[in-house]
């Protein structure tokens, strides 16, 4: 008779010395017990596998209960010696531990070769976690037994509450498998060539091959890759094809800034002495000149303005070298090319020229019809000119780096403050003129059109003759999938306004004397500021706003008690934002009332125009993954977004980098697997730690509120929608416009009502377009946990709160959460509001955090009270408690004892 006793240190040890002798051990149980063969063998291997599961890192940090039923699931295999245990390639996505022997692992991915491993090593996690094909060979080196946790199992504890074992994992992962060793390696052949004045481009170029960003998927491919290469050419100066050295600086070459004083808007060198010429650049704010033929200067906004500049050339370049090698040989090549040149300078017309260019690509045969497509777009009428200049050019550049790169442009920076400070001395009057009514500011970071946009009396009253004129100029548009009207004017207004510069001038004017004023950029920050006085702008045009936001009408008086001012900042770059909302807090200080930020993003989840909820922030160059900053939005509910845009909604951590070329899939499955990240920003952190740190200078009133929403522009991850792909109008506006109101809702709240939630939308609220059909249809918003619990990663959707991965907090974090929630919702209500009877109870992860405080902690579960009010746009049950289901959410309430039981236990 054997006493299995699971978890009994006894059996345990009984059974780990049979183990090794269990084949002739049950040949003999099968001759006298045939029945009690396979409890036999099921029974040992469960009980081993718990003992490895207590004894293995990260594994030892998995609750009890949670290893007990993971050790029924996992499965025992045994290898001989010299035998195969997994192959390079193969798709296994299992988890391998090692409960006795050791096998030999074969890496071909990482400096640390070939190596032995023995008991309570584990291998694997790394094609569990990433869907990557095993990139090791592994053979038994004797006589072994290997424990298998199925990838479902590995999945199903990344989504639960096992915080410690998730933080374990994701730093095992960081260091034993390098999941950053490619960016360590960019950074290292990069950094140096800032500090010295001359970047070794071979190196950095050798260093992006081994990186393969996500967005540049056919780097390794023969084939011209036109999607990624467009993307880098629009965000690179238009001549780089005919330039061989490249100068990047903070500041003005003395030649180019013979005159003083900053200028708005840089279309010519400053003086007209300058030398060369300005050089546009189509999809990012840079002043460019080529100074002297093949010679081109650059400034630069910051480092990470640098290092998208950098990583965009070095895409440039491999694609120029891929077209290059097939033009070979040259001899043939370069008079078949020079002559169609000829043929296209002789040409009368454009068609002519085309003509001439597809013959062109048929004489090559090397290139084929899909080059000429590509080049076509790139280089619309210029096909024949840059296969000339690709034969000439080998794409070897020399970038300097002008020694004041690190230091300089504080003193462009106190311009610009200089001409914000004039320009609202000019509008609303000096900011701390005691003599004035108090001043209250928010602060926007957004674009250049959709906040003006939605508050322009000018353009909603030009509404009828947009739409006429699109009819005729912009059919696609006008046919488009809109849910609101307003959203269709905004898409055409853009095709409107730039075809009749005129009106466009005629609307600034206008604009400006309804109280929105507009200051162009400048070549040093590249940000276009408009300042909008809102008390003047609702008095001289009421209600004539964007009809679709629910707005509280001005009270009578209030125009005259407070002034109100809307700072509204073009997209910043990087950690450029955090340079200009510094300068805008110590110009404004204790009167900003608010600072949202918003924008579009790379997500890792959903679809192109779904919208991102950001729970927190994480940095990504941060040297330890759980810098993590939390984003309160507190007046913000992901239900009430959901319900006014028909998107869908995640709620979850969004990762700021350190560029948009500058991840691969590796880091991106890294960080959506294990730290369940929603999508991708560039500015959303150093906002976030900006913010943070005036608020302990005091610079900022404890009661200032912050906002981050996004939309998505983009999914990395996802074939046919990266960046490289145009997003199209009836994808980005809706949700663009969508989060926008959200924010000026809360923006254009009365200076007391501050705290109140928003009105209802307006009865002149535009008609929801009929909901489409049960395959498209936009998702609903159930109940669900507090917006203030949003650890976890989820979707509101037409079904259910789509939990993923918990978001590895630290602990304290979780707990001061917790504690602030409590002291909040025990607030005393008034006395005509009869106190609600339910009783949240919190995710096991918050309830662990806080109870961990409860002996020394008033605020702790322990003593939460009775009477805890539920967070926005969650329902309110009556007359019990609200129990969380199996999947911790959904539930029943609970009366009488058993919801008092309920309550002691929590």
């Not at 053979?139 to 199903?156: H, K, Y």
């Not at 880098?232 to 094809?241: D, E, G, S």
């Not at 009929?770 to 959707?797: C, H, L």
């Amino acid at each position: 008779a054997w006493p299995f006793v699971p978890g009994c240190a006894r059996s345990t040890r009984c059974i780990r010395a049979r183990l090794a002798v269990t084949d002739q051990l049950c040949h003999h149980v099968a001759a006298i017990l045939p029945d009690r063969r396979l409890a036999f063998i099921k029974h040992a291997s469960v009980t081993m596998a718990l003992d490895l599961l207590n004894s293995t890192h990260p594994f030892l940090f998995i609750s009890m209960a949670a290893k007990r039923e993971l050790a029924t699931k996992m499965r025992r295999l045994t290898f001989k010696a010299g035998e195969r245990v997994l192959r390079k390639g193969t798709h296994s996505r299992d988890l391998f531990i090692i409960a006795s022997g050791h096998v030999t692992i074969t890496r071909f991915d990482s400096h640390l070769g070939v190596r032995q491993v023995g008991p309570r090593a584990y291998f694997g996690e790394r094609a569990a976690t990433m869907d990557e094909p095993a990139n090791m060979e592994v053979v038994s080196a004797d006589a072994s037994v290997l424990f298998v946790i199925p990838r479902t199992e590995v999945f199903q504890l990344l989504r639960t509450d096992e915080i410690k074992f998730i933080v374990a994992l994701a730093n095992d992962m960081r260091e034993k498998h390098g999941i950053f060793r490619d960016f360590e390696l960019f950074n290292t052949d990069l950094l140096p060539g800032l500090v010295r004045g001359h970047i070794a481009f071979d190196r950095v170029l050798q260093a992006y091959r081994q990186l393969q960003p996500a967005i540049h998927r056919n780097m390794k491919s023969i084939e011209v890759d036109c999607e990624a290469w467009s993307y880098a050419l629009r965000r690179l100066p238009v001549n780089i094809t005919s330039v061989f050295a490249v100068v990047l600086s903070k500041r003005l070459m003395d030649v180019l800034n013979a005159e003083e004083g900053p200028i708005d808007v840089v279309s010519e060198p400053r003086s007209k002495w300058a030398p060369g010429r300005a050089v546009a650049t189509f999809d990012r704010r840079r002043t460019s000149w080529e100074v002297v033929p093949g010679k081109l200067f650059v400034l630069m906004r910051g480092d990470v303005d640098t290092l998208d500049f950098i990583t965009c050339l070095c895409l440039h370049t491999l694609e120029w070298q891929k077209l290059r090698s097939g033009l070979k040989p040259l001899s043939r090549s370069v008079p078949i090319v020079s002559q169609a040149i000829e043929r296209k300078r002789a040409a009368k017309s454009t068609t002519e020229h085309v003509e001439i260019d597809e013959q062109l690509i048929k004489d090559l045969t090397e290139l084929t019809g899909r080059h000429y497509e590509g080049l076509r777009q790139l280089w619309p009428g210029a096909v024949a000119e840059t296969v000339m200049a690709a034969m000439v050019h080998h794409g070897d550049y020399s970038v300097f780096v002008a020694s004041n790169l690190e230091d300089r442009g504080v003193t462009e920076r106190e311009h610009w403050m200089a001409r914000v400070n004039a320009s609202v001395v000019k509008l609303i009057g000096d900011i701390d003129d005691p003599a004035l009514p108090p001043l209250t500011v928010d602060i926007v970071s957004s674009n250049t059109h959709s906040v003006v946009n939605l508050l322009s009396p000018v353009l909603h009253m030009r509404r009828e003759a947009i739409f006429a004129w699109g009819k005729e100029h912009c059919p696609d548009v006008m046919a488009g999938a809109f849910r609101f009207e307003t959203d269709r004017l905004y898409a055409v207004a853009m095709a409107y306004y730039a075809a009749h510069p005129d009106e466009l001038a005629a609307k600034l004017v206008e604009e400006r004397e309804c109280g929105i004023v507009r200051l162009n950029e400048n070549e040093f920050t590249g940000i276009t500021v408009q300042l909008i006085d809102l008390n003047l702008l609702r008095t001289a045009a009421p209600g004539k706003h964007d009809c679709n936001m629910a707005v509280e009408p001005l009270s009578e008086g209030q125009a005259t008690r407070t002034r109100h001012l809307l700072v509204n900042i073009d997209y910043a770059f990087g950690e450029q934002a955090r340079h200009i909302l510094q300068s805008l807090i110590l110009l404004f200080g204790r009167h900003i009332r608010s600072v949202n930020v918003m924008g579009k993003a790379g997500a890792l989840v959903g679809k192109r125009g779904d919208i991102l909820f950001p729970s927190h922030l994480i940095f990504e160059a941060s040297t330890y993954p759980g810098e993590l900053r939390s984003v309160s939005n507190e007046d913000l509910s992901a239900e009430g977004l959901h319900r006014a845009s028909c998107r869908d909604v995640h709620v979850g951590p969004v990762l700021t980098v350190m560029g948009t070329i500058l991840q691969n899939s590796r880091l991106l499955k890294f960080y959506s697997r294990l730290w369940q990240v929603t999508g991708m920003e560039m500015e959303g952190s150093y906002y976030l730690k900006c913010i943070e740190h005036n608020l302990l200078l005091g610079l900022l009133r404890p009661t200032m509120k912050s906002r981050f929403l996004y939309y998505v522009s983009d999914l990395p991850l996802s074939v046919g929608t990266s960046l490289a792909t145009k997003l199209l109008a009836w994808e980005g506006i809706p949700p663009l416009y969508a989060i926008t109101r959200a924010l000026l809702e809360k923006v254009l709240l009365p200076i007391e009502m501050a705290n109140m939630p928003a009105p209802r939308p307006s009865a002149e609220a535009d008609v929801p377009a009929p909901r489409p059909s049960a395959a498209t249809d936009a998702r609903i918003v159930p109940a669900g946990v507090p917006a203030r619990w949003d650890f976890v990663r989820r979707s509101v959707n037409s079904h259910s709160f789509q939990h993923g991965i918990k978001c590895p907090i630290a602990l304290w974090q979780a707990a001061q959460k917790f504690k602030s929630l409590l002291a909040l919702r025990s607030t005393p209500k008034p006395a005509e509001e009869p106190a609600p009877t339910c009783v949240v109870v919190p995710t096991p992860m918050v309830a662990a955090a806080a109870g961990a405080q409860a002996a020394d902690d008033p605020l702790s579960v322990a003593a939460a009270p009775d009477t805890l009010k539920w967070g926005p746009g969650v329902a309110k049950p009556v007359g019990g408690l609200k129990q969380p289901g199996p999947d911790g959410l959904g539930g029943t309430v609970l009366d009488g004892p058993t919801a008092k039981r309920a309550r002691v236990d929590e």
